[in-house]
């Protein structure tokens, strides 16, 4: 590492040299807002700091895995203890079963989860179990909704309702996606259509019950208690994607939620990432014991992964866990959370401007717009430009929201009143102009 004062545009002119884009991971580029990339230094409690000393409230905490704020004592002392014994064995350890242990404690929709390295891995290995113990080829997932970056996943919609999706990448053939249907988020007719047309065929309905890739924005009632429904009937597995929403929005994750509101309701298989690692490279899938008894080596579904179960993840995510189940701990995060989504939207008032937003446990969106988005056209129809000018407003206050209008934003345990009063106090000043 130099030893050279160092620039944010000097180190993206420099990464560009080496690295496509400049970043490892596309909207770090600051693509979608425009301008250049802030390079981050260190990071500590609820705030960040740039290669050029620059300090910002961080509501990004690395997409979500940073529920606790960084460097966390306790999860700090873990890591260092699970570090000095060793990185990586390739063979089984004792904290792989208290790790899955502590996760099925609290999501009792799932009896056995297998732990992998990345939410994508994790998405991608819930698609070929559900294909595999249902001996069903056609998949179902939702516009707007980001299950990471497999061949299969990486599609929009098609021309026509219920129609077959398109891939949206290069390097993605036709023929790897012509099994995935591609619907409207929270549309019931389109479900319906699909399910009369196809519900033979249909091995998984894949949905994230909260959006957290067009920002926020949530499966309706109605439409997820409908959703079980014609997956039951038909023969379907119900593939929650929690990836982002797992321990972010509630000790039981998203479904827990819905299964207060849907009697009966749980999800057939559910996929994890982000918060169970507390930062570290991890994610897990996992449903009943009949179903997750189909992967190797009891079944014929392989999947497997050297770093898979890696001690220092489970290390950091144990003790991240652990932390989240202290009584009180999600009433103060929502608190938080509302405090500053309301502290928006009434800046916004003030100033004259539409805003409308939303929240669940640690994770809130907003949206430049006079009604709250239920899908993805209606998120594109939002006021990007305006957007665009509060993001970069807000950034220059000491403010790091999302670098996208696409993207949902985390606050923390480690916020602060002062950080939501000082992050509300710019609002209103950006907004003013």
Not at 214 to 227: D, E, I, S, Y
Request: charged share 20%; aromatic share 8%; proline share 5%.
């Amino acid at each position: 590492m130099s030893t050279e004062p160092q620039t944010n545009a000097g180190l993206f002119e420099r990464a560009q040299r080496v690295i496509p884009g400049g970043v490892n991971s596309p909207v770090r580029a600051f693509r979608a807002v425009g301008g250049t990339p802030r390079f981050i230094a260190r990071a500590e409690g609820a705030h960040m700091v740039d290669a050029e000393g620059r300090r910002y409230i961080d509501y990004i905490g690395s997409w979500g895995p940073m529920i606790l704020g960084h460097g966390h004592p306790a999860v700090l002392e873990a890591v260092l203890k699970a570090a000095a014994e060793g990185f990586s064995f390739g063979a089984p350890t004792e904290r792989e079963i208290e790790l899955a242990e502590e996760i099925l404690g609290l999501v009792p929709s799932m009896e056995q989860l297998r732990l992998v390295s990345s939410g994508t891995e994790a998405a991608m290995s819930a698609l070929r179990l559900a294909r595999g113990a249902t001996g069903r080829s056609k998949i179902v997932k939702f516009e707007g909704c980001y299950h990471g970056h497999a061949d299969a996943l990486l599609v929009k919609a098609g021309s026509g309702l219920a129609t077959f999706g398109h891939p949206t990448s290069a390097g993605v053939p036709a023929e790897v996606v012509q099994h995935t249907l591609v619907l409207e988020y929270n549309n019931l007719a389109q479900i319906e259509e699909a399910f009369a047309r196809h519900g033979a065929d249909i091995a998984c309905v894949m949905i994230e019950p909260i959006a957290g890739n067009m920002n926020f924005v949530r499966a309706g009632v109605p439409f997820m208690t409908r959703l079980r429904e014609l997956c039951t009937k038909h023969g379907a597995l119900l593939v929650f994607d929690e990836v982002m929403t797992g321990f972010r929005v509630a000790l039981g994750s998203a479904q827990s939620l819905y299964a207060k509101w849907i009697p009966g309701f749980e999800p057939d298989l559910s996929v994890f990432g982000k918060v169970i690692g507390g930062g570290m490279p991890l994610a897990a899938f996992g449903g009943k014991r009949a179903v997750m008894e189909q992967l190797a080596p009891l079944g014929p579904v392989y999947q497997a992964g050297t770093l898979s179960g890696n001690p220092v993840a489970t290390a950091c995510g144990l003790a991240t866990l652990r932390e989240i189940r202290k009584p009180g701990f999600y009433e103060a995060l929502s608190a938080k959370t509302r405090l500053l989504v309301d502290g928006l939207l009434g800046a916004a008032r003030e100033a004259g401007v539409p805003m409308v937003g939303d929240c669940e446990g640690g994770m809130f969106g907003f949206f430049f717009a006079d009604a709250l988005p239920q899908n993805y056209p209606a998120v594109l129809a939002t006021d990007k430009e305006r957007f665009n000018s509060f993001f970069h407003a807000m950034l220059d206050s000491g403010v790091y929201f999302a670098p996208a209008l696409y993207e949902a934003g985390f606050v923390s345990a480690a916020h602060s009143a002062e950080d939501i009063a000082a992050t509300v106090a710019a609002a209103a000043r950006c907004l003013k102009r």
